[in-house]
């Protein structure tokens, strides 16, 4: 009644007083409809002024397409307002519409001549909004009106990729029922399976694979689903994606494969699936490394556990002749060293450069490692290419204050001093001697 009579105070006192502006009468007019239709612009301008307190302001017929407002729509566009103004987004009322799902007033824009395919900020369609958010409606009212379903974002996005990201099934079916791309790829090469995938939604993976999604599909780095899903620890859809026969040992940019991934992201119950699907635990990458180097040097403790209790080779060596006990003492992992060696690691198997652990853990400076070795029998005399010990190495890392803390090192060399074998320098290490 207020807005009708044009009492802008008394609307402003209501509204404060927490009076709804969304109620319709039984016509299905809003107080902003019956206030335009009247011609009274100060109750128009403070309804809408309470619309959007404390948020960006959208013009008016944003705002009736936000609230489904059909009457208010109708005079608005009656009144010279074009159905596809824009907000400072860039988006139009339609998008507003595809995002609440509200289907009677996208009818009546698209009727009033709105652009099915208007691109907003970042190439988004009212399509790419109405999947993004699952209204599967909006989806058919837009397609129906020739709505372009392989339109890509600015990332290379698709309806389907958005619907799959957000893991709306029933917008996902929709689509492909329209024969929406599926193997459509984002800039980074993302097919859809890959973003139901990272989402762990199981149900738009099904969805993708019934009609045929290539269940080993990769992105520019050769990433497939499965990898997406090791990476995330998403189990469900893991199993979903080996059911249908993905590749459990498949090799992705530098050779890393599922259960690499999973052992350096320390998804156990991901590894556990793998390994029951046939993954190789002894797979290396384009760089020697094992599953059990990447868990080591990781220090994920429970997975390098697994992986032994499955006969994972404690010393395969990397093309740089590392074997995990030298990537965990590199890291400074004094329990995963502690459970290689209880499980037959060699305690002083060398690396390219004749790099023992030992070696390694002195020029760290880690003394519990070094003294944990010591104590598995490693050797103190063994020489690198170089022909240093690791008295050497601890003692001339001691030089260096900044990097190092010299007290450990002097507990490293009385230490390996202790072990009843004395050193005396090389003639060309003379200013290192003790």
């Not at 009076?19 to 128009?44: I, R, W, Y």
């Not at 999973?262 to 190789?280: F, Q, Y």
């Not at 003492?329 to 037959?344: E, H, K, M, P």
Request: net charge neutral; aromatic share 4%.
């Amino acid at each position: 009644m207020a807005a009708q009579e044009n009492h802008d105070q008394v609307v402003k006192q209501l509204l404060s007083n927490g009076a709804n502006q969304s109620l319709a009468t039984e016509d299905g007019f809003t107080p902003l409809a019956v206030a335009m239709q009247q011609g009274h612009d100060k109750v128009v301008s403070v309804l809408l002024e309470n619309d959007s307190k404390g948020k960006v302001r959208l013009p008016a017929l944003h705002i009736a397409a936000k609230k489904d407002d059909c009457k208010a729509a109708d005079l608005l566009l009656q009144n010279d307002h074009k159905p596809d103004v824009t907000s400072k987004s860039g988006f139009t009322p339609l998008h507003i519409a595809a995002h609440y799902g509200n289907e009677e007033i996208g009818r009546m824009l698209i009727k009033k001549g709105a652009d099915v395919n208007y691109l907003a900020k970042h190439n988004i369609s009212p399509l790419h909004v109405a999947a993004k958010w699952g209204k599967n409606n909006m989806v058919k009212l837009l397609l129906e009106n020739s709505a372009m379903i392989d339109a890509k974002t600015r990332d290379g996005l698709t309806p389907l990729h958005c619907a799959a990201r957000s893991g709306h099934e029933e917008v996902v079916s929709t689509l492909l029922e329209h024969s929406a791309p599926i193997s459509a790829r984002t800039k980074n090469g993302l097919a859809p399976l890959h973003m139901a995938s990272q989402g762990d939604h199981v149900d738009a993976a099904r969805v993708l694979l019934y009609h045929r999604a290539p269940v080993d599909e990769v992105t520019i780095d050769y990433l497939t689903s499965l990898h997406v899903a090791a990476h995330c620890g998403h189990v469900r859809v893991a199993k979903l994606l080996l059911d249908r026969k993905a590749d459990p040992n498949a090799r992705a940019l530098n050779g890393f494969t599922p259960l690499h991934i999973a052992c350096k992201k320390n998804r156990i119950k991901v590894v556990e699936l793998l390994l029951k699907h046939g993954a190789s635990i002894e797979s290396t990458t384009e760089s020697g490394l094992t599953p059990l180097h990447v868990a080591s040097f990781m220090g994920c403790m429970n997975i390098v556990i697994f992986l032994l209790q499955h006969e994972a080779n404690p010393d395969v060596p990397t093309v740089r002749g590392e074997t995990p006990l030298h990537l965990a003492a590199r890291a400074n992992q004094t329990d995963i060293i502690r459970i290689l060696l209880r499980n037959g690691a060699k305690v002083d198997a060398r690396a390219r450069e004749e790099q023992t652990p030992l070696h390694i853990a002195s020029r760290l400076g880690n003394v519990d490692i070094v003294m944990l070795l010591l104590q598995h029998g490693a050797a103190v005399d063994t020489t690198t290419k170089d022909m240093y010990t690791a008295l050497h190495i601890a003692a001339k890392e001691g030089q260096e204050e900044v990097k190092y803390n010299n007290d450990d090192i002097v507990q490293i060399v009385n230490y390996i001093n202790s072990q009843n074998t004395i050193y005396l320098f090389w003639s060309r290490h003379k200013e290192y001697m003790i």
